[in-house]
């Protein structure tokens, strides 16, 4: 399953780069490729940067255990609950230290946020060790690399865990950006910016490709084309808020959704 999205009319899902009907003129009399022929989203490719947990590896990392906690802290803090609706995990550690700063307590401030990401740290180091690689995640990245063009891992997660999960799937990236590398994260797009600086990339030649909402709001703030990877679990529709440049389940298709195949 994958989706083009362009600015064609919403009637049309699809560019009118004649992919589709190539794809059917092929079934008619050769079997059905694994990879669907496309336009490629770019023409020069400077980098490609990936999301890590769910995109490249999967590490079962117990993400309401790590909510809670950030909750317990800020409303220990003297947060309401009220006050963290609607928050992401590391929006709630910034919203309850900007609280203490507010009221005139940096020191406690500092002494949250350092209790927080030591905490955070700890829950994803319990499960980094349990890394999977999604189905062809290290190929993927391999033959990317393979092309002279450089990987970019754009993660929130820290950087002892994500060098773990990274070492046990064996996949290679030239630059690795985590939750202690940048002041804002995703969907702020500085964490995207500091990978593609560090790779010398220019954002409009390159792609962000993640399973999370927060990848493809992230990517488009930087100004790099988009790609949504639907995790099992995930419905069809669950990018169509955000609409990425392109949408699979299946992480072969990202090879041809980047680059000409005969490149
Ligand atoms: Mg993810």
Redesign the pocket.
Known sequence: MAKLYTNTPACCKFPCTGAPRLQNRLTLSTPQPIIKPMKPLLSTVDSVLF?????LVETNIDFPLMKREMFRLAVDAGMSADDLAGLDILGVVDSAARFLTDARKPADAARLREEAMRILEEIELRHAGETREIPFAKELVSRIRERGIPIGIVTRNCRPASELSLRIADIQADVLICREDSDNHKPHPEPVLLALSRLHADPRNSVMV???IM?VQCGKAAGTKTIGFLRPDRADDFFDDVAPDFVTRDLREVLDAIIHRDS
């Open positions: 999301d890590l947990d769910g995109t993640g399973d999370h990848d």
